[in-house]
């Protein structure tokens, strides 16, 4: 009798243990602009990790900042299959995929719009600004 309440408490424990280690860190996938989260990336795609995800998409913001005029207007939304890509001018910063959209219990064209949206205001208010001369 006690070995088997002993072994319920050991499965117990385990259990409880496993659910708090898939709390999601809040941090994880996150893309920041101005100190804001502008978006979250949940899920891997196109072969590349959730943090490899991000980092790529990182690396796109940078050189959209550098290489493309950053305004509003400038951020566009284009349908490729049943994925969205969200563009600056002619460099893509990420493709929404069904996967993104499940993961944020939406649509893959609602996702996408809202990401948009949020770059839409973020990016031309967050740009880098240059070094003063000297620097």
Do not use: F
Not at 4 to 23: D, H, K, N, R
Not at 70 to 81: D, E, F, Y
Not at 126 to 133: D, S
Request: aromatic fraction near 4%; include cysteine.
């Amino acid at each position: 009798m006690k070995r088997g309440i002993l072994s319920l408490l050991a499965v117990s424990i385990v259990a409880t243990g496993a659910a708090w280690a898939q709390v999601e860190d809040p941090n994880v996938g996150a893309i920041y602009l101005c100190n804001e989260v502008a978006l979250r990336i949940r899920v891997p795609a196109g072969g590349l990790s959730v943090d490899q995800r991000r980092e790529a998409v990182r690396l796109r913001i940078v050189r959209a900042y550098a290489t493309e005029a950053v305004t509003a207007s400038n951020i566009r939304l284009s349908p490729q299959g049943n994925d969205w890509v969200i563009a600056v001018g002619r460099t893509t910063l990420l493709t929404v995929t069904e996967a993104d959209a499940r993961a944020n219990g939406t649509t893959t064209a609602a996702l996408a719009q809202a990401w948009a949206a949020r770059l839409r205001d973020l990016m031309p208010r967050c740009k880098p600004q240059p070094l003063p001369p000297g620097r």
